[in-house]
């Protein structure tokens, strides 16, 4: 089994995409954590959208079928 690079973007209800500033985890077995930190936006977005990804043969692929959005406001 190959093992891939999983992370996760965060866009507002526009599709623009913050730059991400950093990430953490840990766990073992099957129980893991992970957090990310990213620049705040510009202004309070309608709702935060949250868009998992893994990198396959060096380039990111979304994985749409777990997106989801947060509302805001």
């Known amino acids: 089994m190959l093992e891939h690079k999983k992370s996760e973007s965060v866009a507002d209800e526009k599709g623009r995409l913050q730059k991400n500033l950093g990430a953490n985890g840990s766990g073992e077995g099957d129980h893991y954590l992970f957090s990310s930190s990213y620049e705040p936006f510009e202004s309070i977005p309608e709702s935060v959208i949250v868009k998992p990804y893994i990198y396959r043969n060096g ?14 406001k």
Do not use: A, G, T
């Open 59 to 72: 380039e990111k692929q979304y994985i749409s079928e777990l997106e989801f959005r947060i509302p805001v």
